[in-house]
Structures are given as structure tokens and as C-alpha cells.
């Protein structure tokens, strides 16, 4: 169940080291990109079969299914901290179970068949550019 706790932006902490890539890859579409009438909330890094995915940030598992709708794949959400969430989906392996405690760097799944990581990251339920919070490009 999802709380109201609102976060300050501030409070998430966004200095270079509070989070990091969820794959290795090129982003191949960009967080407000549209592609057939629909808006990406989101970023897709194109990354190979099999590649790890791992946490960007240490929380708990509150989703590791394949029922998402819509997701094309099985999708992985970690909960930070209350009001901050990061979505990792089209994966094809999942390694964690709800409930599950996760380090940050930890493998928590594998990229799937659609060569293609879509991850997101949610204020207060509501998606942001993971850009923003993800260190620069260059230092990965």
C-alpha cells in the first residue's frame, strides 16, 4: 500500500553518490519523449539479454511481477524511502521477492529478451526525469 507521505524535493538528496545507474547502455529515448501519442515517463536504456540490472539506491521490494499492465515485460519496484520509488521494467529476470530488504548495486534482475531497460523514478507518485537524479551520464 502506498503512503501519503509527501517528500521535499530537497530531502531526497541529490548530491553526486545518492543514486546510481540502474544498466549499462546507451538511452535510446528520453523522459517527455513521444512515440505513437504516448508520452515517455521514463528512460529507455538499451542494454543486452541477460545484463544485470541493480538497484539505483538501497529500499524495499513492494513490486516483482509480470501483471504490470502495459510494462512488456516483468517490472521491479524498490520503495527509498516513503514518497520516492524507482521502477526497473521490460526485465525478464527477476532475483528479488516483495518484501525483499536491497542494498544499493545490488542485482535485483536481468534485462529480457526486448534488449531494453525502461526505468523511472516517482515523487510523491508522480514520475520525474531520472536524469535529474541519476549522476551525469559521463561517470558511468
Excluded: C, M
Excluded at 528512460?43 to 509480470?66: H, K, M, N, S
Excluded at 534488449?115 to 531520472?130: A, Y
Amino acid at each position: 500500500k502506498k503512503t501519503s507521505t509527501y517528500v521535499s524535493p530537497a530531502s531526497i538528496g541529490r548530491p553526486e553518490g545518492s543514486f546510481i545507474w540502474p544498466a549499462k547502455g546507451n538511452i535510446i529515448s528520453y523522459y517527455g519523449n513521444e512515440k505513437n501519442g504516448l508520452r515517455n515517463t521514463g528512460i529507455d536504456i538499451r542494454a543486452g539479454l541477460g545484463q544485470d540490472v541493480v538497484a539505483v539506491r538501497g529500499g524495499f521490494v513492494v513490486t516483482a511481477t509480470d501483471a504490470t499492465e502495459g510494462s512488456g515485460g516483468k517490472v521491479v519496484v524498490i520503495e527509498h524511502q516513503p514518497g520516492l520509488d524507482s521502477w526497473y521494467g521490460h526485465v525478464g529476470e527477476i532475483l528479488v521477492n516483495k518484501g525483499n530488504k536491497v542494498r544499493q548495486g545490488q542485482v535485483i534482475a536481468r534485462v529480457g529478451n526486448q534488449p531494453i531497460l525502461h526505468f523511472k523514478i516517482f515523487v510523491n507518485d508522480r514520475p520525474v526525469d531520472p536524469l535529474q537524479y541519476l549522476p551525469s551520464f559521463e561517470k558511468r
